[in-house]
C-alpha cells in the first residue's frame, strides 16, 4: 500500500496545485469547526456544528455588502489571490522562500484594506497587523534558511522527500515557529489585529468594516493560509508522513489549548517575546548548526 508520501510525489504539479485550491477551504473549514467545537467544550459549551464555518459563509455570500472604499474590495481580493498562490506553490514543491515572501505579500494587501477605510478602529487593527508581521516574518525565514542548511536547497519537493528527520536537526527552529504559529492562527495571547472568537470583542478590528461575500473571502483565505502553515509543519517530520500527519493536527490542537488559556497580550510583549524566542530557539539552532556542518 502506497504512504501519503508516495501518493503525493506521483502526482503531477498541475494536480498537486489543483489538489490544494478545491481541497484546502473544505479542510481548513473543517479545522475552524474543530476549533469551535473544541473551543467551546473548553468552555463548557456544547458548542455549534463541526460544519458551522461553511453555513456561516454561505451566509455571508447571501448578505448585503457595503462597500466603504473602491479599493477595499480589491486589496482582498488580491489578498485571499496571493494567498491561494502561496499555497499552490508550496504544494507543488517550489521554492520555500518564494512562498514565504508571496504569503508575506498577501499579508500586506490584507493590510491595506484595513487602511483604505476611515474607522479608527479599523486603522487600530491594521496598525496591529503590522507588529505581527514584524514580529512572526524573522522566524518563517529562519524555517526556510534552517531546512536549505539541512536539505542544500529551498525546493520544497527536496526538503519533503529527506530522508533523515529535520527535527532532529532543527528543535529550535521548530520551537521557534510553534511559538510565531500563535500569530499566525490568530489565537490568543497574540490576537492583537482581530479576535479570533467574535464574542471576545465589540469591534473586530481590522474586519471592522468589511461585510457580506467580502468578509467571507476573508475568513475563506485563512483557511487557506492555516492549511499552508500546516504543511510547513509536516515538512519537518516528512520522514514519515503519518508521524507528520498526526504531529500536524497536534500542533492545531496544541494551538487551540493555548488560545483557552491564556489572556491577550499587550503589543509590547507580543513584538518582544516573538524577536527573544526567534534569537534563542531559531537563531542559536541555525548558529550550533553551521558549526557542527
Known amino acids: 500500500m502506497n504512504t501519503i508520501h508516495e501518493i503525493v510525489l506521483n502526482w503531477g504539479i498541475f494536480e498537486r496545485m489543483l489538489a490544494f485550491v478545491l481541497l484546502a477551504p473544505l479542510v481548513g473549514g473543517l479545522l475552524a469547526g474543530i476549533d469551535r467545537k473544541v473551543s467551546a467544550r473548553f468552555q463548557g459549551r456544547y458548542g455549534p456544528p463541526v460544519l458551522q464555518p461553511f453555513y456561516d459563509a454561505f451566509k455571508l455570500f447571501q448578505k448585503e455588502k457595503i462597500i466603504v472604499n473602491k479599493f477595499q474590495d480589491f486589496n482582498i481580493v488580491l489578498f485571499l489571490l496571493f494567498t491561494i498562490f502561496s499555497g499552490a506553490l508550496f504544494f507543488a514543491g517550489a521554492d520555500l522562500l518564494l512562498t514565504i515572501f508571496s504569503l508575506a505579500l498577501a499579508g500586506t494587501f490584507f493590510v491595506l484594506g484595513g487602511f483604505c477605510v476611515g474607522s479608527p478602529y479599523s486603522h487600530l487593527g491594521a496598525e496591529r497587523e503590522i507588529i505581527q508581521q514584524v514580529a512572526y516574518e524573522p522566524m518563517i525565514i529562519l524555517v526556510a534558511i534552517g531546512m536549505y542548511q539541512v536539505t542544500g536547497s529551498f525546493k520544497v519537493s527536496v526538503i519533503a522527500q529527506y530522508e533523515l528527520p529535520l527535527i532532529l536537526y532543527l528543535p529550535g527552529?521548530?520551537?521557534?515557529?510553534?511559538?510565531?504559529?500563535?500569530?499566525?492562527?490568530?489565537?490568543?495571547?497574540?490576537?492583537?489585529?482581530?479576535?479570533?472568537?467574535?464574542?471576545?470583542?465589540?469591534?473586530?478590528?481590522?474586519?471592522?468594516?468589511?461585510?457580506?461575500?467580502?468578509?467571507?473571502?476573508?475568513?475563506?483565505?485563512?483557511?487557506?493560509?492555516?492549511?499552508?502553515?500546516?504543511?510547513?509543519?509536516?515538512?519537518?517530520?516528512?520522514?514519515?508522513?503519518?508521524?507528520?500527519?498526526?504531529?500536524?493536527?497536534?500542533?492545531?490542537?496544541?494551538?487551540?489549548?493555548?488560545?483557552?488559556?491564556?489572556?491577550?497580550?499587550?503589543?509590547?510583549?507580543?513584538?518582544?517575546?516573538?524577536?527573544?524566542?526567534?534569537?534563542?530557539?531559531?537563531?542559536?539552532?541555525?548558529?550550533?548548526?553551521?558549526?557542527?556542518?
Request: aromatic share 20%.
Open 173 to 293: 527552529v521548530f520551537a521557534g515557529f510553534l511559538y510565531i504559529l500563535t500569530i499566525k492562527f490568530r489565537k490568543s495571547p497574540f490576537d492583537l489585529s482581530m479576535s479570533h472568537h467574535a464574542h471576545q470583542e465589540i469591534v473586530r478590528g481590522l474586519t471592522t468594516e468589511f461585510s457580506g461575500s467580502t468578509l467571507a473571502l476573508i475568513e475563506i483565505a485563512h483557511w487557506y493560509e492555516n492549511v499552508l502553515l500546516l504543511g510547513m509543519v509536516y515538512l519537518f517530520f516528512g520522514f514519515n508522513p503519518w508521524l507528520a500527519v498526526f504531529v500536524a493536527l497536534a500542533t492545531y490542537l496544541f494551538e487551540i489549548f493555548i488560545d483557552m488559556n491564556y489572556a491577550r497580550f499587550k503589543w509590547q510583549l507580543t513584538f518582544g517575546s516573538s524577536w527573544l524566542f526567534t534569537a534563542v530557539a531559531g537563531v542559536s539552532n541555525i548558529i550550533v548548526l553551521s558549526l557542527m556542518r
